[in-house]
Nanobody
Framework: VQLVESGGGLVQAGGSLRLSCAAS????????IGWFRQAPGKEREGVAC????????FYADSVKGRFTISNDYATDTVYLQMNNLKPEDTAVYYC???????????????????????WGQGTQVTVSS
């Protein structure tokens, strides 16, 4: 599975961006997709994830109500719509895919998959104040 992110850029606080994650294969039936970000000097953090097969979607508390993950089944693309962006959202954003091997009841809270095996190259999002 190859993943290619796009859509990053420079935006003012309060603005919006839509990130895209194009997969090389159909991922929605057997994989969960996650969006992560890493700011300079900080650890990578999960932003949102979606497991379409099991109907799971989770968001980090810091982005709830502002970010939305969605799927385009026709193009095998996952989107992250980011609204009301804040300077603290500045980071490199990555999408990742993990094969679903266990049922949701066996996953840790607020996770879509046990592990992510495939990662994109990342796209920079910069929010100016």
């Amino acid at each position: 599975v190859q993943l290619v992110e796009s859509g990053g850029g420079l935006v003012q606080a309060g603005g919006s961006l839509r990130l895209s994650c194009a997969a090389s294969v159909s991922v929605f039936d057997d994989y969960a997709i996650g969006w992560f970000r890493q700011a300079p000097g900080k650890e990578r953090e999960g932003v949102a994830c979606s497991n379409s097969g099991d109907g799971l979607t989770f968001y980090a508390d810091s982005v709830k109500g502002r970010f939305t993950i969605s799927n385009d089944y026709a193009t095998d693309t996952v989107y992250l719509q980011m609204n009301n962006l804040k300077p603290e959202d500045t980071a490199v954003y990555y999408c990742a895919a993990g094969e679903v091997t266990v049922p949701p009841a066996l996953l840790p809270a607020n996770t879509c998959v046990e592990e992510y095996n495939y990662w994109g190259q990342g796209t920079q999002v910069t929010v100016s104040s």
